[in-house]
């Protein structure tokens, strides 16, 4: 069964930086592009980022040039580097294989609570 387990949240002052990581329980994971998405109170997810099997990456406007999303084929893992942070970047957070359409997705994990806060 495909898992997937999102850590690394936390609460954060604006500015600051944190890694969030997920360990992925996937067969083939280097042949796979992965996404990180996120969730907002009272809003539907969305797409943050994502990575492909040749480590080409793509960002959602609204973090670009802050978030930088990685992955470690070995560790069946993927990261995403979170640097100076906003208030409006308070959401769970969680990772999974890309798909364009979100809906598409029906087996989420846990996800990563993160909160900007002063």
């Known amino acids: 069964q495909v898992q997937f387990v999102e850590s690394g949240g936390g609460l954060f002052q604006p500015g600051g930086s944190l890694r969030l990581s997920c360990a992925a329980s996937v067969s083939n994971f280097g042949l796979n592009t992965m996404g990180w998405y996120r969730q907002a109170p009272g809003k539907q997810r969305e797409f943050v980022a994502k990575i492909t099997s040749r480590n080409t990456t793509i960002y959602a406007d609204s973090v670009k040039d802050r978030f930088t999303i990685s992955r470690d084929n070995s560790k ?43």
Do not use: H
Request: a positive charge; aromatic letters at 16%; proline letters at 2%.
């Open 76 to 118: 069946k893992a993927v990261y995403l580097q979170m640097n100076s942070l906003k208030p409006e970047d308070t959401s769970v957070y969680y990772c999974n294989f890309y798909f364009a359409r979100i809906s598409s997705i029906t087996n989420w994990g846990q996800g990563t609570q993160v909160t900007v806060s002063s």
